[in-house]
């Protein structure tokens, strides 16, 4: 067994949960840099998932990927509705919807600004 890594930077952080959110066929994956605009995170991700089970399934396997590879346990919240499911690893907020709940809240809209450098994926 390896050992658990130490702390990663919010940009490793980032880089890992995007991966695992790929390798789970996330879609409309969007990252927006939260560095100077609020104290809640430096990035935060917004994805959805076609259905509930794989929203579930999605947010489930990114927090036992962030346990196995970093030793920490994120903050999981709403994972047995699967509607909308957050996930708080500190340095990155996740975000995984339905399409239709996504949608309907618009989170993106609160925090992209315009002309800035986030990055749609």
Do not use: C, N
């Not at 994120?74 to 047995?80: F, M, R, S, T």
């Amino acid at each position: 067994m390896m050992a658990a890594q130490a702390q990663p930077t919010s940009e490793e952080l980032l880089a890992r949960i995007l991966s695992s959110l790929d390798d789970d066929k996330a879609e409309d994956v969007v990252e927006i840099d939260l560095r100077g605009k609020t104290a809640i995170g430096d990035f935060m991700v917004i994805a959805s998932g076609r259905s509930t089970r794989q929203v579930a399934a999605m947010s489930e396997k990114l927090v036992d990927r962030l346990k196995k590879d970093y030793g920490f346990t994120a903050k999981i919240e709403g994972k047995d509705a699967g509607d909308w499911v957050l996930i708080d690893t500190g340095d990155v907020i996740v975000h995984i919807f339905r399409p239709e709940v996504r949608e309907f809240y618009q989170l993106e809209k609160m925090w992209l600004t315009t002309g800035g450098t986030d990055v749609a994926r």
